[in-house]
C-alpha cells in the first residue's frame, strides 16, 4: 500500500486541452443542484453516471411521441419504436465493434447478462470437474453466479491473485490455467481499485488453453475504447449507467456462433420462432434471450449515450480522466494519514483511499456536508477488501465531466474530515 504517483497522461497535453469540460459540463442538468448551499461535487460516477441533456431528451421524446411495443407491430408507432430499438443495437454493436448486431444482447442489466451466460453457457457445456478462473478483484455479480453454478453442477472455482499494487498477478494467473480450464470470468477494470487488467493477454492465454472468456466490462467502457474484436473477448458485458445512459437495461456481447449454441435461459415472447402445445423452436441470437417485453425506451436512451461519447470521442475522454486521475493521486498522496488502496501501474480514474483517523463511512457522511459526492463500504467487492485487510475504503471516481477544481474540492473536504476526526 505504498503511495506512488500515477504516470501523467501519456495522450499529450493538446489532446486534454482540446476536450472543453466546461462546455461538457452543461450538457448536464443535475450539474448545477447545490448539496447543503455547496456546488455538487459528483465524484460518484463509478457507481452510476450523471446524464446528459441528450439521453433525458431523447428518452422523453420516445415516451411523448411514439412510443409502441416493439416487433412484429405493423402499425406506424410500432415500427418507429422498433426502428429506434434497433438502431441503439446498430450502435452498440459498431461502438464496441463487434461483427453483427446479432452479436449484441439487451438484458436488464449487466449482473443479468453476467447471470444469463452462467445459466445458458454454464448448464450446457460445463459439468462437474471443470474450472472456472476468476481473479481476487471481481465485483460480487462476477463471483456469485459462478458460485451458484457450482454449487448445482459442481464446477471448480478458481482464484487469480492480485499483487500488493492492485495489479493481476500475470504469472500466478498463467499457472492456473490447465486442460480442466474451460472458462475465465475477469473484470476489464477493477471498480474497487482502477486497475486495469491486460485483458487482451489474459484472453489469449485462456484460448491457448482452449477455454472461453467472459469479461466484466462495467468499469472499462466508459473510461476508454473496447474493441471486442480486437482483445478476441468471447463474451463482453457492460451496464449502460456507468457510461451515462440509463439504468433498466444491461449489454451482453457474444460471438454469434457461440450465442447460437446456447439455449435461452428465459421463456417468453419474442424469443420464440414457434410454438405448439408439444413443441417451441427459438429465433436465434439476439432476440432468442429477449424473452418479454425489452427495456425499450432504455435501449434508445443508450443509444443516445452512445452518440454522445463517440461525438466527444473515446480517446479524448480518457485523455482528459488520465489527467484527473494524474492530479488526484498527487493531491491526495499529499494528505498525512491518507492511504491510496490499489496503485497499479495502468489505472481508470477511479481513487479508493483510506485514513487513519476516519472509517471511510465517516469521511462519505463529512465530505457530503461540503457538496462532494464519494461512494464508502466495500462496493461490493469484498474479496479486494479482504485481499488489504479493510472492511471499506472511501472511493472517487471520475467522469467525463469532472474538473480539477472538483479535486481540488475533495481535498479541502478531506482536511474538514482531519479537523473534526484528527
Keep these: 500500500m505504498n503511495k506512488v504517483i500515477t504516470p501523467a497522461p501519456t495522450a499529450g497535453d493538446n489532446s486534454v486541452q482540446a476536450f472543453d469540460v466546461e462546455r461538457v459540463r452543461k450538457d448536464f442538468p443535475i450539474l448545477g443542484e447545490e448539496i447543503n448551499g455547496r456546488p455538487l461535487v459528483y465524484l460518484d460516477s463509478g457507481a452510476s453516471a450523471q446524464k446528459p441533456r441528450q439521453v433525458i431528451d431523447a428518452m422523453s421524446t420516445a415516451m411523448e411521441t411514439y412510443y409502441a411495443n416493439v416487433h412484429r407491430g405493423v402499425h406506424a408507432m410500432s415500427q418507429r419504436s422498433t426502428e429506434a430499438y434497433e438502431a441503439a443495437r446498430t450502435k452498440i454493436a459498431t461502438f464496441l465493434n463487434a461483427s453483427s448486431t446479432n452479436e449484441i444482447i439487451f438484458t436488464s442489466s449487466a449482473t443479468e447478462a453476467i447471470n444469463l451466460v452462467a445459466n445458458a453457457y454454464g448448464r450446457k457445456f460445463l459439468k ?4 472456472i478462473i476468476v481473479s481476487h478483484m471481481e465485483h460480487h455479480a462476477n463471483i456469485v453466479p459462478w458460485q451458484l453454478l457450482r454449487e448445482e453442477i459442481g464446477v471448480v472455482l478458481r482464484v487469480a491473485p492480485i499483487r500488493d499494487d492492485g495489479a493481476l498477478d500475470m504469472e500466478a494467473y498463467e499457472s492456473l490455467l ?35 472468456v467472459i469479461v466484466d466490462g462495467c468499469q472499462a467502457v ?65 432476440l432468442r434471450f429477449e424473452a418479454g417485453t425489452p427495456p425499450i425506451v432504455e435501449a434508445i436512451g443508450l443509444g443516445a449515450a452512445i452518440d454522445y461519447v463517440s461525438t466527444l470521442g473515446m480517446d479524448n475522454i480518457a485523455a482528459h480522466e488520465l489527467g484527473l486521475l494524474h492530479y488526484a493521486t498527487q493531491r491526495l498522496n499529499a494528505i498525512e494519514g491518507l492511504t491510496i488502496i490499489g496503485t497499479a501501474p495502468e489505472k481508470a480514474a477511479i481513487v479508493s483511499f483510506v485514513m487513519d483517523c476516519a472509517h471511510p463511512h465517516d469521511i462519505g457522511t463529512i465530505v457530503d456536508q461540503m457538496g462532494v459526492a464519494v461512494r464508502t463500504g466495500h462496493h461490493c467487492a469484498q474479496p479486494v477488501m479482504d485481499r488489504f485487510g479493510l472492511a471499506a475504503t472511501a472511493r ?27
Design 128 to 131: 462437474a470437474g471443470d474450472e
Design 222 to 286: 466508459p473510461h476508454s475504447k473496447v474493441d471486442v474484436q480486437a482483445i478476441d473477448a468471447d463474451f463482453y458485458v457492460f451496464a449502460p449507467h456507468k457510461i451515462y445512459g440509463p439504468t433498466g437495461v444491461g449489454i451482453l456481447y457474444g460471438k454469434e456462433e457461440l450465442l447460437n449454441s446456447m439455449p435461452p435461459w428465459q421463456g417468453g415472447g419474442d424469443m420464440i420462432a414457434t410454438v405448439t402445445f408439444e413443441k417451441t423452436t427459438f429465433q436465434k441470437a439476439p
Design 396 to 422: 472517487a471516481s471520475f467522469g467525463l465531466y469532472n474538473t480539477r477544481d472538483e479535486v481540488d474540492a475533495l481535498v479541502e473536504s478531506i482536511e474538514m474530515v482531519k479537523e473534526f476526526l484528527g
Design 178 to 212: 490447465g486442460p480442466k480450464t474451460k472458462l475465465v470470468a475477469m473484470t476489464h477494470t477493477s471498480n474497487a481499485l482502477g486497475t486495469v487488467v491486460p485483458i487482451a493477454d489474459v484472453i489469449k492465454k485462456a484460448h491457448d488453453h482452449g477455454a472461453l
